[in-house]
């Protein structure tokens, strides 16, 4: 790790940006204006996650594409084979906000989730 870091806190609206630096008896943080920031922080150097978003291509409605999304943050590390998995789905309407389209997408037991609806058309 760098000797000093900043990370832009986005668990609330302030963005407090955390400096962080490592020592003998871990990490040392300034800016954080709570403890949600300073455990952001620390989750952010050690393991970062992420919400994918995305839209995949939907037959036989008024929509060409439906909004979906990780139901949870993955490994950063893992965000280009979720959307290779993604690149290979198409879905059928009817689909409405919260459907699993994807169980456990790239064996991370996460779901992938509709964010839109898609009536289906005659």
Known sequence: ??????????????GCKIH???????FQ???AACKNGEEYATQEIN???RIVMSVVPCRHSNISTVAVKTAKP???????????E???IVVDAPVHVGDVI??????????IVATRNAERIQ
């Open 86 to 88: 993604l690149a290979n």
């Open 20 to 26: 962080v630096k490592e020592n003998k008896e871990g």
């Open 29 to 31: 943080m300034t800016g």
């Open 102 to 111: 994807i169980k456990n997408i790239a064996g991370l037991n996460v779901d």
């Open 74 to 84: 993955v490994p950063k590390e893992v965000v280009h084979q979720v959307m290779k």
């Open 47 to 49: 393991s970062p996650k």
């Open 1 to 14: 790790m760098n000797d000093d870091i900043e990370v832009t806190c986005i668990m609330c609206p302030l």
